[in-house]
């Protein structure tokens, strides 16, 4: 059975730092892109962040360029998600979610995390 | 960025009703659209890829249409577990955006 779960959200003060995780179990983590979403409270989906299976690309919607960091470790079935110079706007449910892309090209998000909440307030 | 935006945003029926949802790319997205359905407090869940294609496990009652700019969802016959808020979102190119979801409520 697929299971992501996601750790590390809390509160945390505007410009401060926050490191996010998602462990990976039931399928082979290193053969799959992998991403993070958020849905702040009582708002939509925004993708955030995705990443290649071996690291080598990394994407990110541009209002979290230059301060988040997407990353994984294969060995540990992990993926991290490193977020710095935090802002109010950025609270929000974060969840994990694999990046399935099928052969013919097309591709979804196949499997979720439960989500873990980040607030960002002083 | 691709801009999703769906219609309505909330929508009341009841058990039983066919029930039609749509979703529109701000630019030619061929058939990379994705749907899914959230219910409060959970994580979304994949009920259709490609614009056409029902996910393993998801009931036949749900089923998707369209190509280019325009798409739907149909849910043929409403369930008391189908009311939830559905999110289309497009594949074509990154930032895989969302649109901004359809609020599906009891009538």
């Known amino acids: 059975e697929v299971q992501l779960v996601e750790s590390g959200g809390g509160l945390v003060q505007p410009g401060g730092s926050l490191r996010l995780s998602c462990a990976a179990s039931?399928?082979?983590?290193?053969?799959?892109?992998m991403s993070w979403v958020r849905q702040a409270p009582g708002k939509g989906l925004e993708w955030v962040a995705n990443?290649?299976?071996?690291?080598?690309?990394?994407y990110y919607v541009d209002s979290v360029k230059g301060r988040f960091t997407i990353s994984r470790d294969n060995a540990k079935n992990s993926l991290y998600l490193q977020m710095n110079s935090l802002r109010a706007e950025d609270t929000a449910v974060y969840y994990c979610?694999?990046?399935?892309?099928?052969?013919?090209?097309?591709?979804?998000?196949?499997?979720w995390g439960q989500g873990t909440l980040v607030t960002v307030s002083s | 960025d691709i801009q999703m935006t769906q219609s309505p945003s909330s929508l009341s029926a009841s058990v039983g009703d066919r029930v039609t949802i749509t979703c529109r790319a701000s630019?030619?997205?061929?058939?990379?659209l994705n749907w899914y359905q959230q219910k409060p407090g959970k994580a979304p869940k994949l009920l259709i890829y490609?614009?056409?294609s029902l996910q393993s496990g998801v009931p036949s009652r749900f089923s998707g249409s369209g190509s280019g700019t325009d798409f739907t969802l149909t849910i043929s016959s409403l369930q008391p577990e189908d009311f939830a808020t559905y999110y289309c979102?497009?594949?074509?190119?990154?930032?895989?955006?969302f649109g901004q979801g359809t609020r599906l409520e009891i009538k």
């Open positions: 990443i290649k299976q071996d690291g080598s690309e990394k």
């Open positions: 039931g399928f082979t983590f290193s053969s799959y892109w």
């Open positions: 979610a694999r990046w399935y892309n099928w052969n013919d090209g097309f591709s979804n998000f196949d499997y």
């Open positions: 979102q497009q594949s074509y190119s990154t930032p895989g955006t």
């Open positions: 490609a614009a056409s």
């Open positions: 630019q030619s997205i061929s058939s990379y």
